[in-house]
């Protein structure tokens, strides 16, 4: 359930009809439901319950900081994969106590603006990144709190390019020399290795991976407490689908999500931790475009938008789906045509989908791509010199532009010509 309805033939979101926003930003803009987004987190958060556990709101699906300032707000912790995002967690009020950093290629400088400035934990991916974090915390006389991420080498069953679970995969230490990196790392004084981390991959539409994996972390943490290591706290990991395609069965619920996640590992005694991005932002979110030209091909009609792939990457980069659906209500068995829908940029790459059945569309219509709020906007660019694009949160009845569309000016001001081509 999202809160972007249709109420008197006009889509809406909340109580905002999408044509207002338009007339005040332009098109083309993404626009968030506050009230989807808190309802997502909660579901979360009820789910795990009564476990001790934090749901660490992963950033890299919407960094906006509005978007971070409610997470943080409603409790969550948060997911963070670059110094760039460790700061937006800070300068959008997360305390260093609800930050957790991941990623893969963690540099020495982003380590000491962590520690310094405070974390919760660092999820570490190699050893050689263990050695550079121990050298970094020894230096600043601190003893980090660390788990090890783990690739446990189950099949997620999801899009190649978003499974990360899996031995030929570049994330974690193979599940199988883990106990022998928790006995180096028990020898590193500047590392606390508390807990075990695990994240298989991104839109999984199936529990069955999850149970998988997270069986192989049980077993792990009796392994590893069998060797004398305090593993006190879980970091399952993100990565439950939501669904893109509506006439599709729905992915599985938070809720037997957390069913899955008692069963496998809440007997532990361990604090949970999970790193939801996708499913707590995807559904939160619509990209509003406006129909810019619709042109007959040769056996085809194209409906030309003013939104393009650099706006919204997923169709390009994962051949993923979106709901497109026109602003103003179609009238109930009312004609439809197939339609290729693509963006004014110069790649035929920019296309949002081939042959789709759409109502009728005419230039200046509008339409909006369901399930954006995730991975939409803070995956665009400038691409042909087209500005990013307007995000707006919405909240009951009212609406606020969170990041303004740059002006031109900004844009080509941010180059700068070298002396010898001047004059
Ligand atoms: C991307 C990512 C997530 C979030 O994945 P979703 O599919 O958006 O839930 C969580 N943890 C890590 C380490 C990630 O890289």
């Given at each position: ?54 749901v660490c709101y992963a950033m890299k699906a919407n960094s906006n900081q509005a978007v ?356």
């Amino acid at each position: 359930m999202d809160h972007f309805l249709y109420r008197n033939g006009v889509l809406h979101a909340e109580d905002v009809p999408i044509p207002d926003i338009a007339s005040e930003v332009g098109t083309p803009f993404y626009v968030y439901s506050t009230a989807t987004l808190t309802r997502h987190f909660k579901l979360f958060d009820e789910a795990l319950a009564p476990l001790e556990h934090l749901v660490c709101y992963a950033m890299k699906a919407n960094s906006n900081q509005a978007v971070l300032r409610l997470m943080a707000s409603l409790g969550a912790g948060v997911d963070v994969v670059s110094g760039g995002e460790y700061r937006r967690a800070k300068a959008a009020g997360f305390p260093g106590e609800r930050i957790v950093f991941s990623g893969i290629g963690k540099t020495a400088e982003e380590m000491e603006l962590a520690i310094q400035s405070g974390i919760r934990q660092f999820n570490l991916e190699s050893e050689p990144e263990m050695h550079l974090l121990n050298a970094v915390a020894t230096r600043l006389g601190k003893h980090v709190p660390v788990t090890v991420r783990v690739n446990p080498d189950v099949d997620a069953k999801t899009h190649e390019k978003i499974a990360t679970g899996k031995a030929e995969n570049k994330f974690g230490i193979p599940i199988s020399r883990a106990r022998e990196v928790y006995a180096e790392i028990a020898g590193l004084p500047g590392l606390d290795a508390i807990g075990i981390d695990v994240h298989i991959g991104s839109q999984l539409t199936d529990l069955e991976p999850f149970e998988q994996a997270y069986l192989k972390v049980a077993e792990l943490t009796h392994a590893l407490r069998a060797d004398g290591h305090d593993i006190r706290r879980l970091d399952l990991g993100g990565g439950l689908g939501i669904p893109y395609e509506r006439s599709n069965v729905a992915p599985p619920l938070p809720t037997e999500y957390g069913d899955v996640v008692k069963r496998t590992v809440g007997d532990l005694g361990c604090e949970i931790e999970i790193e939801p991005g996708r499913l707590i932002a995807g559904n939160a979110g619509l990209l509003v475009s406006s129909v810019i030209y619709v042109k007959s091909g040769e056996d085809r009609k194209f409906l030309i938008l003013d939104a393009a792939m650099n706006d919204l990457i997923r169709p390009a980069m994962y051949g993923a789906y979106h709901d497109i659906i026109p602003v103003i209500e179609p009238s109930a068995g009312g004609e439809q045509t197939p339609y290729d829908v693509v963006g004014p940029v110069c790649e035929s790459g920019d296309t949002f989908t081939k042959g789709r059945d759409l109502p009728l569309l005419y230039a200046d219509d509008m339409v909006a791509f369901r399930s954006a709020g995730a991975y939409g906007a803070v995956m665009s660019s400038e691409y042909n010199t087209r500005p990013l694009i307007p995000e707006v949160l919405v909240h009951e009845h009212q609406f606020a532009v969170i990041r303004r569309r740059p002006t031109f000016d900004e844009i080509i001001n941010r180059d700068t010509i070298p002396e010898w081509l001047k004059g």
